[in-house]
């Protein structure tokens, strides 16, 4: 029997995790293929997002277990939905939009993080640091902080420290208004300070 899209598209899922990322591509082409049910394009496209959607999952599940769930069943949305982006927003913006979706809703069936046992010995979802030791050390004591904020809080501040994202595309994502967004950063921010210190409570 002839297997159907959505399970090529998982097989596609788990083939990635072993495979190295990609750089340099159109986006926006690589969707209207995916569209077209091109397989090779999904891949590609996945292998764009896999490490950013980790990493932004990471922040607001809290449970490694749940985050590659979460991250597999974002994909596959796009593959499924793909014909609905219509480019009113950025691509990665609608994405992340159905991440951050993906990640509330788990969070009602696994309100609670766990200790992760493998943080230790896992190959980092970030590229290895090449800035200086000042900078690794700047972005592990904010990783730490934002421990203490609330999940909305640490998405906003995933999505502007971490992704580059102004506060217009974060209130597409998070779906809340501008104002909201800043409020939550205002506070974020007032936390981290505090949790900070020294030179890396001033680069806030």
């Known amino acids: 029997m002839r297997e159907g899209p959505k399970v090529h598209a998982l097989g596609a899922v788990t083939r990635l995790r072993t495979e190295p990322g990609s750089a340099g591509l159109d986006e926006r082409a690589l969707l209207d ?10 891949e ?3 292998r764009i997002y ?6 932004f999952l990471n922040t607001l599940v809290q449970r490694p277990q749940v985050i590659e769930e979460v991250l597999d069943d974002t994909m596959m949305v796009v593959w499924q ?3 609905r982006f219509q480019g009113k927003s950025k691509l990665s913006t609608w994405i992340f939009a159905i991440a951050y979706r993906k990640a509330l809703k788990a969070r009602t069936r696994w309100p ?3 200790a992760d046992v493998e943080r230790d010995i896992r190959v980092s979802l970030e590229p290895a640091p090449d800035e200086g030791l000042h900078n690794q050390r ?3 004591a904010l990783v730490e ?20 994202l102004g506060y217009r595309e974060i209130a597409e994502i998070v779906d809340c208004p501008v104002d909201t967004v800043k409020t939550r950063m205002f506070h974020a921010r007032r936390r981290l300070k505090a949790a900070l210190s020294g030179t890396f409570a001033d680069w806030l």
Do not use: C, I, W
Request: charged share 30%.
């Open 33 to 42: 293929r995916v569209k077209a049910r091109d397989m090779d394009a999904f």
């Open 44 to 46: 590609r496209l996945y």
């Open 50 to 55: 896999q490490p950013r959607l980790a990493r």
């Open 81 to 83: 939905t793909a014909e």
């Open 112 to 114: 609670d993080p766990v």
């Open 138 to 140: 700047l972005h592990d």
């Open 145 to 164: 902080a934002m421990q203490q904020l609330s999940a909305e809080q640490r998405a906003v501040v995933d999505l502007t420290y971490f992704n580059g």
